[in-house]
């Protein structure tokens, strides 16, 4: 039972364009979400986060848009660079339980 | 600037041998987590401990698979007997809480042949 869903698989995006990703999750009791870059031969590594109490954060070129009547997560990068090509994880989180899932990842190629 | 440390980065194994990977986590962070990245599965948890006591390992086959914490800077993931199908990078990650961001070793490479 996935509990945190990217549907994307892969994405591929023109640079100077804007990348979008997408998450969608099950539970409503999750309350901080994460989005983690990962480059191969590396682990992951922290992007950006917002908690359940806004709808949005924005850090630079990324911003995370959390709609929770949806249950959906979203990463922008605007403008999107080659060094943005990655693999992209979200993460959910609910404190009161200790739970923590990751979503499947999406595979972003930004081309020049 | 403090990095979560995971030895062997590769490792390449007969079936049926026993595997020790290694972790040692950031100075001070009370969460330590277990992962495994498959082709198919993406990020899949293992096991996580929190002051050292584990919290949570139903994601482990409990046959093969032990985790531990000996200390606070040493965590381990055993797999014994290995078997084909464990081949994947295994990540640890660690953290100051389930609300904050985890920081990520670079990944042990499994192969079992």
């Known amino acids: 039972d996935q509990q945190v869903k990217q549907n994307s698989p892969s994405l591929s995006v023109q640079e100077g364009r804007i990348s979008i990703l997408n998450c969608d999750y099950t539970?409503?009791?999750?309350?901080?979400f994460l989005w983690y870059k990962k480059y191969p031969a590396e682990g992951p590594t922290f992007l950006i986060s917002i908690s359940s109490i806004k709808d949005k954060n924005e850090d630079g070129r990324f911003t995370v848009f959390l709609n929770k009547s949806a249950k959906h997560l979203s990463l922008h990068i605007v403008p999107s660079q080659p060094g943005d090509s990655a693999v992209y994880f979200c993460e959910t989180c609910k404190a009161a339980g200790n739970k923590l899932t990751f979503g499947g990842g999406t595979r972003v190629l930004v081309k020049p | 600037d403090a990095r979560v440390t995971q030895t062997p980065r590769h490792k390449v194994t007969e079936m049926g041998q026993e595997v020790t990977m290694r972790c040692q986590p950031i100075?001070?962070?009370?969460?330590v987590f277990w992962y495994r990245q498959t082709m198919m599965q993406g990020l899949e948890l293992l096991a996580y401990?929190?002051?050292?006591?584990?919290?949570?390992d139903s994601g482990m086959p409990k046959d093969r698979f032990s985790a531990e914490m000996p200390d606070a800077t040493l965590a381990t993931l055993k797999i014994q007997p290995s078997e084909p199908r464990d081949s994947a990078v295994y990540f640890c990650?660690?953290?100051?809480?389930?609300?904050?961001?985890?920081?990520f070793g670079n990944g042990t490479r499994l192969t079992v042949t």
């Open positions: 401990f929190r002051n050292r006591a584990p919290l949570d």
């Open positions: 539970n409503s009791m999750f309350d901080y």
């Open positions: 990650a660690s953290g100051f809480s389930f609300n904050s961001p985890l920081h």
């Open positions: 100075l001070g962070h009370n969460t």
